[in-house]
């Protein structure tokens, strides 16, 4: 059984676009959270997720625009997700923000012989703290787990991939499929085939994306920025 495993899309239609390209038809996608903010396609992207994604948690950006609740994105990253918030709103219907509300913050599912857990940011906060174990300790990582029933924990948030395991658990961040923040621009996913598991990078074109930023309305610093990150991937 072969599972696609990503997260933090970000309304960047032009990777969804890249990963149809270059993954088969998988038997399950799990995603992870954060379809929105950002990016400048959130309605197409929105739309292919409740189309073609059976199992999917909320990110604290997909229930930030939902509900007018505040973001938790890291402190350099906020005002960005400030500044397109009007944006992302403007281009959703109503139906799209009721998906993304109600989205669940965990999933528990069991496929291909393995218990899959899914959150978008930690086992014990799981719409909010950035998780990054692949720096923490041991015990540390052990206490975060202890009460997650899974051989298999999958996590986004950070924008940074990472594969770890702790006893008989697996750990795995896919990075970001859609704003790329581990010191290049290339998207991230995982894949999990028959208990093997594997980050993949996907080299895809960041112009056009970067282009469309200015359609947003955006100040000009904010724009700016926003093109480093998808230019840089930091």
């Given at each position: 059984m072969?599972i696609?495993?990503?997260?933090?899309l970000?309304?960047?239609?032009e990777?969804?676009?890249?990963?149809n390209?270059?993954?088969k038809?998988?038997?399950?996608?799990?995603?992870?959270?954060?379809?929105?903010g950002?990016?400048?396609?959130?309605?197409?992207?929105?739309?292919?997720?409740?189309?073609y994604v059976?199992?999917?948690?909320?990110?604290?950006?997909?229930y930030?625009?939902?509900?007018?609740?505040?973001?938790?994105s890291p402190?350099?990253?906020?005002p960005?997700?400030i500044?397109?918030?009007?944006?992302?709103?403007?281009?959703?219907?109503a139906?799209?923000?009721?998906?993304?509300?109600?989205?669940?913050?965990?999933?528990?599912?069991e496929?291909?012989?393995?218990?899959?857990?899914?959150?978008?940011?930690?086992?014990?906060e799981?719409?909010?703290?950035?998780?990054?174990?692949?720096?923490?300790?041991?015990?540390?990582?052990?206490?975060?787990?202890?009460?997650?029933?899974?051989?298999?924990?999958?996590?986004?948030?950070?924008?940074?991939?990472?594969?770890?395991?702790?006893?008989?658990t697996?750990?795995v961040?896919?990075?970001?499929?859609?704003?790329?923040?581990?010191?290049?621009p290339?998207?991230?996913?995982a894949?999990w085939?028959?208990?093997?598991l594997?980050?993949?990078?996907?080299?895809?074109?960041?112009?056009?994306?970067?282009?469309k930023?200015?359609?947003?309305?955006?100040?000009?610093?904010?724009?700016?920025?926003?093109?480093?990150?998808?230019?840089?991937?930091?």
């Amino acid at each position: 059984m072969r599972i696609i495993i990503f997260a933090d899309l970000h309304a960047n239609l032009e990777t969804l676009a890249a990963l149809n390209t270059v993954e088969k038809p998988p038997d399950a996608v799990f995603f992870l959270g954060d379809a929105v903010g950002y990016g400048p396609d959130p309605a197409p992207c929105a739309g292919w997720l409740r189309a073609y994604v059976r199992h999917a948690v909320r990110g604290d950006h997909d229930y930030a625009l939902a509900t007018g609740a505040d973001f938790a994105s890291p402190p350099e990253m906020r005002p960005l997700a400030i500044a397109t918030r009007e944006h992302t709103i403007r281009q959703l219907r109503a139906v799209e923000l009721k998906w993304l509300g109600e989205l669940p913050t965990t999933l528990q599912i069991e496929m291909g012989g393995a218990k899959f857990f899914l959150a978008h940011g930690s086992p014990r906060e799981p719409g909010a703290r950035l998780f990054e174990f692949a720096t923490m300790s041991e015990n540390a990582i052990r206490a975060e787990i202890e009460n997650v029933d899974a051989d298999v924990i999958l996590l986004g948030h950070t924008h940074v991939p990472a594969i770890r395991r702790v006893g008989n658990t697996h750990l795995v961040n896919p990075g970001s499929l859609g704003q790329p923040r581990h010191g290049l621009p290339s998207a991230t996913f995982a894949v999990w085939d028959d208990g093997n598991l594997q980050i993949k990078h996907i080299d895809y074109n960041p112009t056009p994306t970067q282009n469309k930023l200015a359609l947003m309305r955006l100040e000009p610093a904010i724009e700016a920025r926003l093109r480093e990150v998808l230019g840089r991937g930091m």
